[in-house]
Structure formats: C-alpha cells, structure tokens
C-alpha cells in the first residue's frame, strides 16, 4: 500500500510528537525529587495509592498525626484498618481535599483530623505545597488543591507539569534519582512515619503571646466543608489535637475549635489534656524534644486511640478476614524490618545515621 | 504577556493556526486583532497612545498625500499657462504645508515620548539648578509599551510619505496592523512601512520549509534568552551593584558576562520575533549580523541593532549633515581653515548629534548620554586617526591580512563596544568610569578565582557557568558556521526531517531543562523592552 506524502508528513509529526513527549515525561521523572532518603515526607501521598485494600479509618493533617499514630498498632491490637494521608505541615484545604481525593477510592467510617492547622489561615511555603501536593493524582481534586495553596510565585502549570519547576535539579541530581527512576520504595507504614530513637523533652522555646487569639475563619469554612463531605458519605468526622508539645496549641484557639465542634455536634479530642491518661512520657516517647512522637509515644497513643474508636464507634475488627490479614501480614513484616534496621543503626552508631547522612550530616 | 510566558506561546500557536484556517486575505485583520489583544494584555492604557500615534500618523499622511495629487493635477492642468517661476514657488508653497503636517506629527509624537519618557530626567537635572522652594516635583508617568520602537515605526512611515518614497495607506486598519505589529513592539526591529506591508497585508502561502525555519529561529531565540541571557543576569547584576567590591578584574567579567547577556537577550529576542513572523508568512528585516566579528567601532554598527542605526542614519544623520544651515557652516569652516576640517565637520556634528539621540533613545539617564558621546567620539577619533592607520599599515603591509590581526581587531572592537554597553547596568556615570579604571589600576584576579567573594560567589553555581559557556560557544559556532550561509538553509539542504525533528526536539528539552526560569529564577524581562 502506497501511503500519500501529506499522510507520511502527518505520521512524522505524530510520531516526533509522541518521542518529544516520552523524552519529557523521562526528563520529569528522572529530575523530580524521590523523597526516598532526607525528607521522606515528600513521598508520603503517593503512597496512598499502593494500597491495595480499603480503611475504615483514614487520618489527615500534618505531621502530628503522620509521625505520632501508628496504624499498625491500630490492626493488631484491634483489628482496625487505618491509612494516615498526612503531610508536612498540611494546611486545613489540603487535608480537605486529600480526604476528597481519598474518597475517591474509598469511603471509610471514620475521618480523624488534627487541628493544628487551623491557626494557618494563608499558604505558608512552595516547598510544603511540592510535598503535600505533587504525589497527589492528576483529578480536579487535586487541581483544587492547588489553587488553593499557591503561593505568590507558584503556577498551576508547573503542578500539570513538574518538569517547569524541577528542571533546574539536573545540577543536584543523586543516585537517588537513577535508582528510583522507574519505581520508589514505600517509606512510611500505612502512611505512618517511623522514628524509634530518643531524644527527651528538656525544654520548649518560650511560649510568645499573640496579639490576636481569633483562628482565621478561612479554618472555619473547611471545617465546614469537611464536616459536609463527610455527612455526605455517611462518615464520622472527629477531631483531634494530638498530644505534641510544640508548636504550641493555645487554650484560646482550643476554645474556639471546642466550641465550633460543640455546635456541629462533631467530637473533639485534646489529646494534650489527656497525656497523662494515654501515658504519653516526654522523657521516652519523642525523638525530638516534645515535637514528634517516637515508636514508643505512637504506639502508646494508637493504643490508647484505638480503644477509644472501638468504645464509640462499631469498627469491624478485620484481623480474623483472610484478606486483611495477608496484606497485614506483610505490613507487619515490612514494619518489624524497619524496627530492627533502626535499632541495628543506634546499636552501631548510637543514632540513625541513614537519616543523618541523607540529611548530609 | 511575556515572550516567555506560556500563555504566550498559547497566544502565537492559536493565531498561526488561524492564519492558515482562516483565507488569506483576512490574514491582516486577524493579527491586528492579535496586535490589539497583545498590547491590552499590557493595559488598555497603552492602546490610547498607540491609537493617538496611528490616527495622527493616518490622517496627516493621508493629507500630505492629497496635497501631493492636488499639486500634481493643479500642475498638469496649469501646465502651458504657468510660468516657470509661478510652478516653483506654488510647489514650494505646497511643499510647505506638507512641510507643515509632517513637523506637526513629529512634534506631537515625539513629544509624547519625550514628555512620557523624559520629563521626569529633565526636571530632576533642572532642580539641580533651582532654589529648594522651586523645585519640580517628580510626576507618574507610565510608559505605554513598545512606545520607543512603534514612534521610530510610524514617523520613519510619516517621513517616508513626505518625502513621496510611497503613498500613504489609505486604510486606517491597514495602517494600525503596520503600527502595532506585536512580535516588534517587545523590542523592535524597527521596520519601514515598505519593507513589512508587502507581506503583512499578503502573507506568503504555508510552506514546510519556512515553517520549519520559522520554528527552528524560535527555538534558537529562546535559548539564547532563557539558557544563556537569563542564566548569567544574577552574576551582571551581582557584579555591578558594588563597583566597590567588586572592582579590577571583576570589571572585566562584568562587561564580559554583559556582553554575553545583552546579545543573547536582544538577539535572541529578535529571533523569536522574526521566527513568529515567518510562522505567520511575514518577512521582518534582520537586526543583528553577528556584531562581534567586526573589525571597528563603525561596522559594529553597521551590525548591531541594524533597524536603529539604519533609521538615524537616514531620518537623521542625512538630514542634519546636507541641511543648508550645515552646509553653509561647512562653507564658512572651510573658507576659514581649509578644506579638510570644513567638509568633515557636517559629518561630525551630525554623528555628534545622532549618538547623543541614540543614547536618549535608550533611556532617560545620564549613563545613556554619556554611552552615546563615547561612542560618538570613538568614532570620530577612529576616522581623525585614519591616515595614522594608513601608514602604519602601508609600513607593515603583511600584518593586516592576517588571522591573528583580523581576531586582534575584532577582540579590540568587541572589548571597547562592550565596555560601553556596561554603562546600562552601574548606577551612575561616575561609578562606572571608577570601575572601568580599576580594571588597569587594580590586580586582583586571584580574587576573582578565590574562594571567599569570588566568582562562585555571585549567585552562579559552576554547574551555571559550563551552561553559559557551552551555550556561548554553541552561538560562536552557529555564527561561524553562518559565515558561509544559513545554517538553517544548510539544514534542508540535508533533506532530512528526521534531522529537523531531532534538532526541533533536541532545542524544545535543552531550553525546558536547561533554561532558567521558574522560582529559583530572577528571570529579567528583554533589556530591550525597557528602551
């Protein structure tokens, strides 16, 4: 069959296109930042989506709730299936529409989300937006997402296609980014990032007064949105303030989130009131002072969580479903070989120096 | 809507589309819509002058024209009856009145450039003089965009139509697409009227090759801006906003890497404006004809910002040098100190008075007079010293012929031209010449090389510099090669689209990676927008 010259010009250009395309997809891939070593928190929403079976309790906000809950406690002291779909300091949209975009692959029972955020009433900074952000799935969700969290110099272009923003990395690129050029390794256990080494509280900056106590009612309007997303999909929303000592939480803003759970008849769990019933220890349980909850404080504080979520709300204890309990199996598997790397690190080198040398330490 | 923005490229792909789905003879309309679309992405403050500039250039053109015909015909059908001396001065009479016109849109259109872009210098130079309680306040000003380039347009057009080189547009519209012509407005070519309009108003038929061209110049344009200009612009600007650190050598790298980003900010500028141009099927004069290889301060000229010195030296520098009150001083000179000085002198003060405009032209600032003077003087002095040249050539006759000399000369042209283009970037005069000089009176190249407050110091990582380097003799060996002819022409000749898309595709990952733009970037709009 003879093909026509218009028809051959018009294959040409189609084909060019589609190597063009390859070649800067390649080019994105390779110069995007993996996040598997330094900051993995960076790699934390992508995460989400290697999941291979639903939960009935999904956690979203910031690193008070990925750094101190483990999930994996959750399952095996009561058979709870839990995923965290936190972020470095996620603001109050973002945990919104990740959980929107959660609920586009699953509907749980329960949403826990930690307040913290509330006292950020504007986007805060490019590099948390790339981290809380970029892992996320191409939808409007996530379109969403990012309009609301650019800062002034960022575009939306630049999150349809990262390369415009991290084409400058070809100068710092690693044997990270070559390793993990095709396929990341997963850094955190159903969304949870394990610490087990230990660093006591000694003492906190000193607490500065505000001028103005009033949570920005930006806050407000997502709690709203999200107490609707839930109540739409049957879900129960609950929030939390997780037991971290810094930042700090003021009593006035607890006030005012109190009250606004109150009125939407939502519960609200200040869970730095109750340390000493979870039995959280600043001396044992924190890997940074009182910031960041170590192994020791989340499995205390999952424990203690999760006896609270079977009190009051009928979560299905899945630990006698053959299906959970394989993929389970080799979560716990995957989370006692973290456990034990990190051990066999302090042993050698009394701390974790894989995180130290990531860091550049 | 920045040439390097994406809705940019938006903006030029849907209007190339257009122009080939739309029939030709519509093709003038679309892009003055393109034109109107462009430029109130500026503000729609800026369409008022531009308008005002293509009305005042239409009707006043349109009367010259009139008087012409009427003129015309008032002779043919006076012919027999008039006497010889009546024809002259009724011509005279009529030419007076054109005379009139043209003067009347010079006055009102240079004057609002002039009271746009230079009131503001003028009254802070005349409180230098006045009493405290005198003293001018400075005003708010905006300049509309592109106002210098499309003025210089639309007056060469008035000019020309004066002088009866073509007849006026008739058609206003016509005559506003020739006027607002987008891709010129960012930084020229300042085009004639009968170099543009014939494929403006009848663009060319779609052919591969001069999309390809087109495509490949866009390219080429764009990586010069974003991969060579905007990569070293921190180490410029880093460099000559502390003339005191960053004195004796540093000097020298500043008017190097200026010289580096200037040329591949204005060239590659212009390339992207031609490459559009001929996308769309329209032929736009060329600017640039690879300045650094001259061999003196006048061809440099002669190939750097061609459209520039191509409209003084015919709007302006023709003009002064055989007007009857230069000639008529030249008589007197030459009476009074013999023919050499006296047949020289229209010319001198015609390039003193030409230099001095250019540097206006390019801004309000004493920097831009004192870089025009320099020039100015260079020149002159290069012509006064020319039997000097003679005879030292005619004495060692071998010697110029040469590579080493030829390189030595264009070494020299360069070093000295681009020692004045420096003056764009200190902050005042003064510092500029204390810099210069430190570069003989100052020997810290160690420094420069050091590792505290070194060149690694200026917001260029080494990394930053291996692009700007390979990026510079990439355009040193695309110029080499264009010594023989286009490199693009070259290019088909090898009858391979395999070829042309490699290099299409091989430019588009180049620029998106290796380009600086994107936060991180302090990426400066086109130096030549600013004039």
Same mark, same amino acid.
């Given at each position: 069959?003879?093909?026509?010259?218009?028809?051959?010009?018009?294959?040409?250009?189609?084909?060019?296109?589609?190597?063009?395309?390859?070649?800067?997809?390649?080019?994105?891939?390779?110069?995007?930042?993996?996040?598997?070593?330094?900051?993995?928190?960076?790699?934390?929403?992508?995460?989400?989506?290697?999941?291979?079976?639903?939960?009935?309790?999904?956690?979203?906000?910031?690193?008070?709730?990925?750094?101190?809950?483990?999930?994996?406690?959750? +399952?095996?002291?009561?058979?709870?299936?839990?995923?965290?779909?936190?972020?470095?300091?996620?603001?109050? +949209? @973002?945990?919104?529409?990740?959980?929107?975009?959660?609920?586009?692959?699953?509907?749980?029972?329960?949403?826990?989300?930690?307040?913290?955020?509330?006292?950020?009433?504007?986007?805060?900074?490019?590099?948390?937006?790339?981290?809380?952000?970029?892992?996320?799935?191409?939808?409007?969700?996530?379109?969403?997402?990012?309009?609301?969290?650019?800062?002034?110099?960022?575009?939306?272009?630049?999150?349809?296609?990262?390369?415009?923003?991290?084409?400058?990395?070809?100068?710092?690129?690693?044997?990270?980014?070559?390793?993990?050029?095709?396929?990341?390794?997963?850094?955190?256990?159903?969304?949870?990032?394990?610490?087990?080494?230990?660093?006591?509280?000694?003492?906190?900056?000193?607490?500065?007064?505000?001028?103005?106590?009033?949570?920005?009612?930006?806050?407000?309007?997502?709690?709203?949105?999200?107490?609707?997303?839930?109540?739409?999909?049957?879900?129960?929303?609950?929030?939390?303030?997780?037991?971290?000592?810094?930042?700090?939480?003021?009593?006035? +803003?607890?006030?005012?989130?109190?009250? +606004?759970?109150?009125?939407?008849?939502?519960?609200?769990?200040?869970?730095?009131?109750?340390?000493?019933?979870?039995?959280?220890?600043?001396?044992?349980?924190?890997?940074?002072?009182?910031?960041?909850?170590?192994?020791?404080?989340?499995?205390?504080?999952?424990?203690?969580?999760?006896?609270?979520?079977?009190?009051?709300?009928?979560?299905?204890?899945?630990?006698?479903?053959?299906?959970?309990?394989?993929?389970?199996?080799?979560?716990?598997?995957?989370?006692?070989?973290?456990?034990?790397?990190?051990?066999? @690190?302090?042993?050698?080198?009394?701390?974790?120096?894989?995180?130290?040398?990531?860091?550049?330490? | 809507?920045?040439?390097?923005?994406?809705?940019?490229?938006?903006?030029?792909?849907?209007?190339?589309?257009?122009?080939?789905?739309?029939?030709?003879?519509?093709?003038?309309?679309?892009?003055?819509?393109?034109?109107?679309?462009?430029?109130?992405?500026?503000?729609?403050?800026?369409?008022?002058?531009?308008?005002?500039?293509?009305?005042?250039?239409?009707?006043?053109?349109?009367?010259?024209?009139?008087?012409?015909?009427?003129?015309?015909?008032?002779?043919?059908?006076?012919?027999?009856?008039?006497?010889?001396?009546?024809?002259?001065?009724?011509?005279?009479?009529?030419?007076?009145?054109?005379?009139?016109?043209?003067?009347?849109?010079?006055?009102?259109?240079?004057?609002?450039?002039?009271?746009?872009?230079?009131?503001?210098?003028?009254?802070?130079?005349?409180?230098?003089?006045?009493?405290?309680?005198?003293?001018?306040?400075?005003?708010?000003?905006?300049?509309?965009?592109?106002?210098?380039?499309?003025?210089?347009?639309?007056?060469?057009?008035?000019?020309?139509?004066?002088?009866?080189?073509?007849?006026?547009?008739?058609?206003?519209?016509?005559?506003?697409?020739?006027?607002?012509?987008?891709?010129?407005?960012?930084?020229?070519?300042?085009?004639?009227?009968?170099?543009? =309009?014939?494929?403006?108003?009848?663009?060319?038929?779609?052919?591969?090759?001069?999309?390809?061209?087109?495509?490949?110049?866009?390219?080429?344009?764009?990586?010069?801006?974003?991969?060579?200009?905007?990569?070293?612009?921190?180490?410029?600007?880093?460099?000559?906003?502390?003339?005191?650190?960053?004195?004796?050598?540093?000097?020298?790298?500043?008017?190097?890497?200026?010289?580096?980003?200037?040329?591949?900010?204005?060239?590659?500028?212009?390339?992207?404006?031609?490459?559009?141009?001929?996308?769309?099927?329209?032929?736009?004069?060329?600017?640039?004809?690879?300045?650094?290889?001259?061999?003196?301060?006048?061809?440099?000229?002669?190939?750097?910002?061609?459209?520039?010195?191509?409209?003084?030296?015919?709007?302006?520098?023709?003009?002064?040098?055989?007007?009857?009150?230069?000639?008529?001083?030249?008589?007197?000179?030459?009476?009074?100190?013999?023919?050499?000085?006296?047949?020289?002198?229209?010319?001198?003060?015609?390039?003193?008075?030409?230099?001095?405009?250019?540097?206006?032209?390019?801004?309000?600032?004493?920097?831009?007079?004192?870089?025009?003077?320099?020039?100015?003087?260079?020149?002159?002095?290069?012509?006064?010293?020319?039997?000097?040249?003679?005879?030292?050539?005619?004495?060692?006759?071998?010697?110029?012929?040469?590579?080493?000399?030829?390189?030595?000369?264009?070494?020299?042209?360069?070093?000295?031209?681009?020692?004045?283009?420096?003056?764009?970037?200190?902050?005042?005069?003064?510092?500029?010449?204390?810099?210069?000089? =430190?570069?003989?009176?100052?020997?810290?190249?160690?420094?420069?090389?050091?590792?505290?407050?070194?060149?690694?110091?200026?917001?260029?990582?080494?990394?930053?510099?291996?692009?700007?380097?390979?990026?510079?003799?990439?355009?040193?060996?695309?110029?080499?090669?264009?010594?023989?002819?286009?490199?693009?022409?070259?290019?088909?000749?090898?009858?391979?689209?395999?070829?042309?898309?490699?290099?299409?595709?091989?430019?588009?990952?180049?620029?998106?990676?290796?380009?600086?733009?994107?936060?991180?970037?302090?990426?400066?709009?086109?130096?030549?927008?600013?004039?």
């Amino acid at each position: 069959m003879k093909i026509s010259k218009t028809l051959k010009t018009w294959l040409g250009i189609a084909l060019f296109l589609v190597i063009l395309l390859a070649l800067l997809f390649a080019a994105q891939r390779l110069l995007m930042p993996k996040y598997m070593s330094g900051i993995p928190e960076g790699a934390l929403p992508a995460e989400y989506y290697r999941e291979t079976t639903d939960h009935d309790v999904i956690f979203v906000g910031d690193c008070e709730v990925y750094e101190n809950f483990s999930p994996m406690t959750l +399952w095996e002291e009561y058979g709870i299936t839990s995923y965290i779909r936190g972020g470095p300091e996620q603001l109050i +949209w @973002q945990s919104y529409y990740t959980l929107e975009d959660t609920l586009r692959h699953e509907t749980p029972k329960v949403v826990v989300f930690n307040v913290l955020s509330m006292s950020l009433g504007e986007p805060q900074s490019e590099a948390y937006n790339r981290m809380n952000l970029d892992g996320l799935r191409l939808s409007s969700t996530k379109l969403d997402a990012v309009r609301a969290s650019m800062t002034e110099d960022e575009t939306l272009l630049s999150y349809l296609f990262p390369l415009l923003r991290f084409h400058s990395r070809w100068s710092e690129l690693s044997k990270d980014d070559f390793k993990y050029f095709f396929k990341t390794d997963p850094v955190a256990h159903n969304g949870y990032l394990m610490r087990i080494d230990v660093k006591p509280k000694t003492q906190l900056p000193s607490k500065p007064v505000l001028d103005d106590y009033t949570l920005p009612a930006i806050g407000f309007e997502y709690l709203d949105k999200m107490q609707a997303l839930c109540k739409d999909n049957g879900i129960q929303l609950i929030l939390i303030k997780s037991p971290s000592e810094y930042p700090y939480w003021y009593e006035e +803003w607890d006030a005012q989130v109190a009250a +606004w759970a109150e009125q939407n008849e939502v519960p609200y769990l200040n869970m730095l009131l109750l340390s000493d019933e979870i039995g959280i220890d600043m001396q044992t349980d924190t890997y940074d002072g009182g910031m960041h909850l170590n192994l020791s404080g989340a499995e205390k504080l999952s424990t203690w969580f999760g006896a609270y979520l079977t009190e009051n709300y009928a979560l299905e204890d899945h630990r006698s479903d053959p299906v959970y309990a394989d993929v389970y199996a080799a979560k716990k598997a995957a989370y006692d070989a973290e456990i034990a790397d990190q051990q066999r @690190q302090i042993d050698e080198y009394g701390k974790l120096i894989d995180i130290e040398r990531a860091n550049g330490n | 809507m920045s040439f390097t923005s994406p809705i940019f490229l938006v903006f030029v792909a849907v209007l190339v589309l257009l122009r080939y789905l739309l029939p030709k003879r519509f093709a003038w309309i679309l892009i003055l819509i393109a034109n109107l679309i462009f430029y109130a992405f500026a503000g729609w403050y800026g369409l008022i002058f531009i308008t005002f500039t293509t009305l005042s250039a239409w009707v006043l053109s349109r009367a010259m024209d009139r008087n012409l015909s009427t003129q015309n015909q008032y002779l043919a059908d006076h012919k027999k009856e008039m006497p010889r001396e009546e024809r002259k001065a009724y011509k005279e009479s009529m030419k007076k009145k054109r005379r009139l016109m043209l003067t009347l849109g010079l006055v009102l259109n240079f004057g609002i450039l002039f009271a746009l872009k230079y009131l503001n210098f003028l009254t802070a130079n005349l409180n230098l003089f006045l009493p405290e309680t005198a003293k001018i306040g400075a005003m708010s000003l905006w300049l509309p965009m592109g106002i210098s380039f499309y003025t210089f347009q639309t007056m060469g057009y008035m000019i020309d139509v004066y002088r009866g080189k073509y007849p006026a547009e008739k058609n206003f519209f016509k005559l506003a697409t020739f006027t607002s012509f987008f891709p010129l407005l960012v930084q020229g070519p300042i085009t004639r009227f009968d170099d543009l =309009s014939k494929t403006l108003y009848s663009p060319e038929d779609f052919s591969r090759k001069r999309f390809s061209f087109g495509l490949q110049r866009i390219l080429w344009g764009y990586f010069k801006k974003m991969v060579i200009a905007d990569r070293i612009f921190p180490a410029v600007a880093a460099l000559t906003a502390s003339p005191d650190v960053y004195n004796g050598s540093f000097v020298f790298f500043a008017i190097l890497f200026y010289a580096i980003q200037l040329y591949a900010d204005f060239s590659g500028g212009i390339d992207i404006t031609i490459g559009i141009a001929q996308l769309l099927g329209i032929t736009v004069k060329e600017n640039f004809n690879r300045p650094f290889f001259s061999k003196n301060t006048a061809e440099y000229w002669r190939r750097w910002h061609i459209t520039l010195g191509e409209w003084f030296k015919d709007y302006l520098f023709y003009p002064i040098s055989v007007s009857s009150g230069m000639l008529k001083l030249s008589r007197t000179i030459r009476q009074k100190t013999g023919d050499r000085f006296g047949k020289k002198l229209p010319v001198y003060v015609a390039s003193f008075v030409i230099w001095l405009v250019t540097g206006l032209w390019h801004g309000a600032g004493w920097n831009f007079i004192v870089w025009g003077l320099l020039n100015a003087i260079v020149i002159i002095g290069s012509e006064e010293l020319a039997p000097l040249y003679a005879k030292f050539h005619a004495r060692f006759p071998k010697l110029k012929p040469t590579t080493p000399y030829k390189i030595f000369e264009m070494l020299r042209t360069s070093f000295l031209m681009c020692s004045f283009h420096i003056l764009d970037c200190y902050k005042s005069v003064p510092a500029y010449f204390k810099a210069w000089f =430190s570069m003989f009176t100052v020997p810290n190249l160690s420094k420069a090389f050091g590792a505290g407050g070194g060149l690694m110091h200026l917001g260029l990582t080494l990394a930053d510099y291996a692009v700007v380097l390979l990026g510079v003799l990439t355009m040193l060996l695309v110029s080499l090669k264009q010594r023989s002819g286009s490199v693009r022409e070259a290019i088909w000749q090898k009858n391979s689209a395999l070829l042309r898309y490699a290099i299409i595709g091989a430019m588009v990952l180049v620029i998106l990676i290796f380009g600086a733009y994107g936060i991180g970037y302090d990426s400066a709009q086109f130096i030549y927008n600013q004039f």
